[in-house]
């Protein structure tokens, strides 16, 4: 009997040792698993940005006056027969 409880430690031990001290140990599981957290948070985020930019594609698709006033706004284009005046304020102001 005494030999069974000797052969149990050591199984304990050797289990303990590799739960702790191997490669794939219990802190190396729990720093993937807080990765895999963060990440599939950054996925989310970046998937309603997307969603977003989906719509605005869209809406760029069907009204062709936003698309003007974008192309304007953001792009700083011009149609033809325009002329575009930059207003540059001064420093001193």
Do not use: H
């Not at 993937?32 to 989310?44: F, P, S, V």
């Not at 985020?45 to 930019?53: A, S, T, V």
Request: net charge positive; aromatic share 16%.
């Amino acid at each position: 009997m005494r030999i069974f409880y000797i052969i149990c430690f050591i199984v304990f031990v050797a289990l303990q040792y590799s739960l702790f001290f191997s490669n794939n140990n219990i802190l190396t599981f729990m720093e993937l698993r807080n990765n895999q957290e963060d990440l599939n948070k950054k996925i989310y985020i970046i998937d309603e940005k997307n969603k977003l930019l989906k719509n605005e594609i869209q809406f760029m698709k069907e009204n062709k006056k936003y698309l003007e006033i974008y192309a304007r706004e953001k792009l700083g284009l011009i149609k033809d027969n325009e002329t575009f005046f930059q207003i540059i304020k001064n420093a001193k102001e």
